[in-house]
Antibody
């Protein structure tokens, strides 16, 4: 069973870049069965899909965040990463990494989530 | 790309059935059979309950069922139990390799 763990700074200053890494265990990130995704949830609010990357490196992003988001994959470390530039307080949220099963068309495994606060 | 519309809250008594709706457009819910439902307890990650509109992952109780009509998907929980009290979110494929979530519904078991 795939397990995911997010890591990265819990506090980021406004206008800086938020950087998070998701470490995959229990399976290979090179598996063609998954897209590797990031999803966030501001406190007390709903979920927002940020974007995803395939094993081949193909990326798709939420149009509302596209200009500020970069998702990359490091197959040698079994990790994928999120960068969100020019952050503001509105980017404060719990960030989840998740697998998207390409056959079942669903987000089936989730990390525990990591809170990132944007504040000076 | 707008969030799918869910009622903010629903409630029911133990043993009853409740239904949570998830309304989108023909570009997401109505256009694809790729609707999923997730259960989330406070402070926890979402858990997949339904995928592909009607399918339950292994280990999910058969008290949970999904359906879809037009641009609206629904999650029904029968035989309501105290442990079902949680937030529920729907999601759908939304074309052009993007996905969208609903705003969430808080289920209260009275």
């Amino acid at each position: 069973q795939v397990q995911l763990q997010e890591s990265g700074p819990g506090l980021v200053k406004p206008s800086q870049t938020l950087s998070l890494t998701c470490t995959v265990s229990g399976g290979s990130i090179s598996s063609g069965s998954y897209y590797w995704s990031w999803i966030r949830q501001p406190a007390g609010k709903g979920l927002e899909w940020i974007g995803r990357i395939s094993t081949s490196g193909s990326t798709y992003y939420n149009p509302s965040l596209k200009s500020r988001v970069t998702i990359s994959v490091d197959t040698s470390k079994n990790q994928f990463s999120l960068e969100l530039s020019s952050v503001t307080a509105a980017d404060t949220a719990v960030y989840y990494c998740a697998t998207y099963h390409t056959i079942f068309k669903t987000f089936d495994y989730w990390g525990q989530g990591t809170l990132v606060t944007v504040s000076s | 790309q707008s969030a799918l519309t869910q009622p903010a809250s629903v409630s029911g008594s133990p043993g009853q059935s409740i239904t949570i709706s998830c309304t989108g457009t023909s570009s997401d819910v109505g256009g694809y059979n790729y609707v999923s439902w997730y259960q989330q307890y406070p402070g926890k990650a979402p858990k997949l309950m339904i995928y592909g509109v009607t399918n339950r992952p292994s280990g999910v109780s058969n008290r949970f069922s999904g359906s879809k009509s037009g641009n609206t998907a629904s999650l029904t929980i029968s035989g309501l139990q105290a442990e079902d009290e949680a937030d529920y979110y729907c999601s759908s494929y939304a074309s052009s390799n993007t996905w969208v979530f609903g705003g969430g519904t808080k289920l209260t078991v009275l």
